[in-house]
């Protein structure tokens, strides 16, 4: 098949740091081109890939993240080489789109047929959006419960994400702390971290980007308790220091304080043989098997006794869950069967 993949444009495919959405478009990219396909990748001009690179920055425009612009020109000149390729009798088969409302909202400007997958959270907004053009655009979720959300909607199925379980270091023996993992904010829950591993009287390794325009909570919420000691703070971390942190944790500890669409620290530490302990919102429970990779626990106080109990699960089980379920071979695997079957609707 001749594949267009449009990325977002932010950040580098793939990202050297944060970038979870850059990151499920590398992997697919990369394992469809393994697969034989032709697939183009429209993204920054800084990404890697080995696919055909197309670009409209040279370097990704992080510094001017959400404004309309970077966006509008990157998935207008995606959209319109698409449409020029198909004219040409050049054109793609299918169109994968991984943007945000732009891609969706030009979808029926393309001969081509469009699939978007829905990486981000799925509030009233953005279902009221996804109902007002469902008819001219594919629609894949990426979890049960993102899917569950809006049951009404045409989907095409579910494909969780995929981390690069190949690259995370496997380690059996653990050391003695806890690891949260991800960007500093309210909804993440770095506070509540921090209580439930005072709580279990262990040390805490936090690591993750603060955004700007969510700095406030790590200054009054997290900071005071950073004594490089019993809470210490990284920052953001290059890949292969993330790798480290996890397989040398005791457990990952997914406190999150709203659903989430998925959560791929979840199957990061799994791929690194570490369990996760994790209030079960969202999809947490699709991501985690109760008393087999991790624990699922409410509140503070339960996360805090599973860190007791945690010692029990099987660093090998963990390991062998990512590569069934989480590896990038299962993602395309899914994809694939998408991209078939719309296909053969045409």
Request: charged share 25%; aromatic share 8%.
């Amino acid at each position: 098949m001749r594949i267009a993949v449009v990325a977002p444009v932010w950040i580098p495919v793939p990202p050297p740091g944060y970038g979870g959405v850059e990151q499920v478009a590398s992997l697919l990219t990369e394992e469809l081109v393994a697969r034989g396909h032709d697939v183009t990748l429209f993204a920054s001009g800084d990404s890697v890939t080995k696919a055909t690179l197309r670009s409209v920055y040279d370097e990704a425009p992080t510094d001017r993240l959400w404004e309309v612009e970077p966006d509008a020109v990157h998935v207008g000149a995606a959209y319109t080489f698409a449409t020029r390729a198909f004219r040409d009798g050049e054109g793609f088969d299918l169109v994968h789109d991984h943007t945000n409302y732009l891609g969706v909202a030009f979808a029926a400007s393309l001969p081509t047929p469009v699939l978007h997958t829905v990486h981000m959270i799925l509030d009233e907004g953005r279902a009221s959006f996804l109902r007002r053009f469902h008819s001219e655009v594919y629609l894949t979720a990426i979890s049960e419960y993102q899917r569950s959300i809006v049951p009404e909607l045409p989907w095409r199925g579910v494909v969780h994400n995929a981390v690069d379980v190949d690259t995370f270091p496997f380690r059996e023996d653990k050391e003695e702390y806890l690891l949260c993992l991800g960007r500093v904010c309210e909804r993440k829950g770095q506070d509540l971290a921090i209580e439930v591993a005072r709580q279990a009287g262990m040390p805490l390794v936090l690591a993750g980007r603060v955004h700007p325009k969510e700095a406030w909570f790590f200054e009054e919420r997290v900071l005071p308790h950073v004594d490089a000691d019993q809470v210490v703070f990284h920052g953001e971390v290059s890949n292969e220091r993330k790798g480290e942190l996890l397989a040398g944790a005791r457990a990952l500890l997914f406190p999150v304080r709203e659903p989430e669409p998925f959560g791929l620290a979840m199957a990061e530490a799994l791929a690194c043989g570490t369990p996760v302990i994790a209030e079960p919102l969202g999809a947490v429970p699709e991501a985690v098997t109760d008393g087999e990779t991790g624990i699922l626990a409410s509140g503070v106080q339960e996360m805090a006794e599973a860190v007791g109990r945690v010692g029990a699960i099987s660093p090998e089980r963990c390991r062998e869950d990512a590569v069934a379920r989480f590896h990038p071979n299962a993602m395309v695997d899914g994809y694939e069967a998408i991209y078939r079957g719309i296909l053969e609707e045409l």
